[in-house]
């Protein structure tokens, strides 16, 4: 059975805009055939409502987050949805007040679970596809609760038993991202951008034959655009530097999310809806320097990183980087891993500097 999984990230899931993605995603995945899994994040804005929810006790931030999904269902004459969804404020209004530290990983995934809910009805009652929700894909996790570690062994044997089923009778299923489950049938949080590595344990564990990310950039740039004023597309980069990129910050990225993935047979590409352009991530590695990430360090600093195949073992590339970062006057220049280099600044006007400077050079080398 051929499994393609894909992954709509909240950026896309805004209201008055959840049909149209949803159908550009399909029709795109339509030539391919086989069996589609799509994997969906909150809506945008949900996920920090839902944290302040629960961290502040908070119900006007709860109906605010339940409202972008009630509003959307009426806005596509999805009615009944809409009035369930309103059943489902009332319910999780009895847990925002509660301190245990797994009531708050079950308010804050409900961002995902509400999406899978929206969607179904969309692909199901209006796209009229052969479509069916799973709520609980099974990612097994620990009670590392908001940021729970994954029980690769079970989730395995999980996963294939529970989608083996489903897709011999469904065409397309739809599944949250960001969360697991517990041996006793908790719900967990993978951690933020959650939903990205969901969708490639799902790849990996199904052995699927491809695994498309549909961002709103259209795939990964050479820098983060609200501070680099010229990012570029990356055409290609290989898994080693996207798991890397990834753990350096680029593209909000769960630092895990290109693991499951590493030497494997699965077509990774990152797109948005609407364009046949974006970036594939493949096994080969090309020495170059591909993009730059700007971070904060937890320490009252910020890492400038660059990342590229190999970029800190080679002395030409890593010099010339050394020679843009002296001129700040920083003498100390780290190895990230093979893939990449930082260096750490304290002022963030000086980290920006430094990053676009940084980006000028990497360009020369991307065009």
Same mark, same amino acid.
């Given at each position: 059975?051929?499994?393609?999984?894909?992954?709509?990230?909240?950026?896309?899931? !805004?209201?008055?805009?959840?049909?149209?993605? @949803?159908?550009?995603?399909?029709?795109?995945?339509?030539?391919? =055939? =086989?069996?589609?899994?799509?994997?969906?994040?909150? @809506?945008?804005?949900? !996920?920090?409502?839902?944290?302040?929810?629960?961290?502040?006790?908070?119900?006007?931030?709860?109906?605010?987050?339940?409202?972008?999904?009630?509003?959307?269902?009426?806005?596509?004459?999805?009615?009944?949805?809409?009035?369930?969804?309103?059943?489902?404020?009332?319910?999780?209004?009895? $847990? *925002?007040?509660?301190?245990?530290?797994?009531?708050?990983?079950?308010?804050?995934?409900?961002?995902?679970?509400?999406?899978?809910?929206?969607?179904?009805?969309?692909?199901?009652?209006? /796209?009229?596809?052969?479509?069916?929700?799973?709520?609980?894909?099974?990612?097994?996790?620990?009670?590392?609760?908001?940021?729970?570690?994954?029980?690769?062994?079970?989730?395995?044997?999980?996963?294939?038993?529970?989608?083996?089923?489903?897709?011999?009778?469904?065409?397309?299923?739809?599944?949250?991202?960001?969360?697991?489950?517990?041996?006793?049938?908790?719900?967990?949080?993978?951690?933020?951008?959650?939903?990205?590595?969901?969708?490639?344990?799902?790849?990996?564990?199904? =052995?699927?034959?491809?695994?498309? $990310?549909?961002?709103?950039?259209?795939?990964?740039?050479?820098?983060?655009?609200?501070?680099?004023?010229?990012?570029?597309?990356?055409?290609?980069?290989?898994?080693?530097?996207?798991?890397?990129?990834?753990?350096?910050?680029?593209?909000? $990225?769960?630092?895990?999310? $290109? +693991?499951?993935?590493?030497?494997?047979?699965?077509?990774?590409?990152?797109?948005?809806?609407?364009? +046949?352009?974006?970036?594939?991530? *493949?096994?080969?590695?090309? &020495?170059?320097?591909? /993009?730059? &990430?700007?971070?904060? !360090? =937890?320490?009252?600093?910020?890492?400038?990183?660059?990342?590229?195949?190999? /970029?800190?073992?080679?002395?030409?590339?890593?010099?010339?980087?050394?020679?843009?970062?002296?001129?700040?006057?920083?003498?100390?220049?780290?190895?990230?891993?093979?893939?990449?280099?930082? &260096?750490?600044?304290?002022?963030?006007?000086?980290?920006?500097?430094?990053?676009?400077?940084?980006?000028?050079?990497?360009?020369?080398?991307?065009?």
């Amino acid at each position: 059975m051929d499994v393609r999984v894909s992954k709509v990230g909240g950026s896309l899931l !805004t209201n008055g805009n959840v049909l149209n993605v @949803m159908n550009h995603v399909v029709e795109r995945e339509r030539p391919y =055939g =086989g069996k589609l899994i799509i994997v969906v994040s909150a @809506m945008k804005g949900v !996920t920090d409502l839902l944290i302040r929810a629960s961290d502040n006790h908070d119900p006007k931030a709860l109906d605010d987050a339940i409202l972008m999904y009630v509003n959307e269902a009426l806005n596509l004459g999805l009615n009944k949805l809409a009035s369930f969804l309103e059943l489902t404020r009332e319910e999780l209004r009895r $847990f *925002i007040n509660l301190e245990d530290p797994w009531i708050r990983d079950y308010v804050v995934i409900h961002g995902e679970l509400l999406s899978v809910l929206l969607v179904e009805n969309v692909l199901r009652d209006l /796209l009229e596809l052969n479509a069916r929700a799973v709520y609980e894909p099974g990612i097994m996790t620990n009670d590392s609760w908001g940021s729970a570690l994954v029980n690769h062994e079970l989730s395995s044997r999980y996963v294939v038993n529970r989608f083996r089923k489903l897709l011999s009778a469904y065409d397309v299923a739809i599944v949250p991202g960001f969360l697991g489950v517990t041996e006793d049938g908790r719900y967990t949080s993978l951690g933020r951008g959650g939903s990205d590595y969901t969708a490639s344990l799902l790849a990996n564990y199904l =052995g699927a034959s491809r695994l498309t $990310f549909y961002t709103d950039s259209g795939g990964l740039l050479s820098g983060d655009p609200r501070i680099i004023n010229d990012p570029v597309l990356i055409k290609e980069i290989s898994y080693g530097e996207a798991n890397v990129a990834s753990m350096l910050g680029a593209k909000k $990225f769960h630092p895990r999310t $290109f +693991e499951p993935l590493m030497n494997s047979r699965v077509v990774t590409f990152i797109t948005d809806p609407w364009h +046949e352009s974006g970036t594939y991530v *493949i096994n080969n590695c090309i &020495t170059a320097p591909k /993009l730059v &990430t700007v971070s904060e !360090t =937890g320490r009252d600093g910020f890492r400038v990183s660059v990342v590229g195949c190999n /970029l800190s073992l080679n002395e030409r590339l890593r010099s010339e980087v050394t020679k843009i970062v002296s001129s700040y006057e920083i003498n100390e220049v780290r190895n990230e891993h093979n893939h990449a280099i930082s &260096t750490l600044v304290n002022d963030w006007d000086d980290a920006i500097a430094l990053a676009r400077d940084v980006h000028r050079w990497v360009r020369v080398w991307i065009a």
